[in-house]
Each structure stands twice: as C-alpha cells, then as structure tokens.
Nanobody, 117 residues
C-alpha cells in the first residue's frame, strides 16, 4: 500500500500549509498515524503522532504551531502547519501504525515543504 503525502510547497516564514496523506487502498487495523520529516543532510525525525483514540503528541520544535488530524476509517490524515519557519524546510512523510506499533504501507515520496526567510 502506497502512502501519498501532498500539500507541500514554497511558503514564506510565518505562512501556513496543510498537508494531506492518503493510502492507495484500504487498510484495516489502523491504531495510530504520524508525520515525519527529513531535512537535507539530516535523519528522518518524528513531527506529530496521533492515536485513533485522539491522543496527540508533537515534537517540541512544532508544539503549538502544527496540528495533526485524520480519519482512520478513511485512511487519511492531515497536518495543519502554521507560523512556518525556515528550519521547517524538509520532505514530510506520513505513516499509519497497527496496534502493535508496526507501520502500515510504504513511506512514499513524501511532500516537500520549503520555507523562505
């Protein structure tokens, strides 16, 4: 199953973007969903995480600026990103997890977010 992230683009610092993620086919057993990012020359890092029960966690560097949401029944998720900073520039990836914490689907190409100063 391919996961397709979209919604990235070029934005000025202080701007906003809304990322979307959809699965190429229906996946059962989703227990959680998450966004990750990878900046040039850096390792992939966790950005936001949400369980199907509604519990959410954010990396310190996006707390208060980014918001994750989604619908596990529809295999979709979103991330609203506000007050973007140049250091948020990265390729953003999405993934779903089963109730054992195992990722569901393939990472896909991600979506590039570029924030200019």
């Amino acid at each position: 199953v391919q996961l397709q992230a979209s919604g990235g683009g070029l934005v000025q610092a202080g701007g906003s973007l809304r990322l979307s993620c959809a699965a190429s086919e229906n996946m059962a057993g989703i227990a959680a969903m998450a966004w990750y990012r990878q900046a040039p020359g850096k390792e992939r890092e966790s950005v936001a995480y949400m369980t199907t029960g509604g519990s959410k966690n954010y990396a310190d560097f996006v707390e208060g600026r980014f918001s994750i949401s989604g619908d596990s029944a529809k295999n979709i998720m979103y991330m609203q990103m506000n007050d973007l900073k140049p250091e948020d520039t990265a390729v953003y990836y999405c993934t779903f997890f089963d109730n054992h914490g195992q990722p569901l689907g393939s990472w896909g190409q991600g979506t590039l977010v570029t924030v200019s100063s």
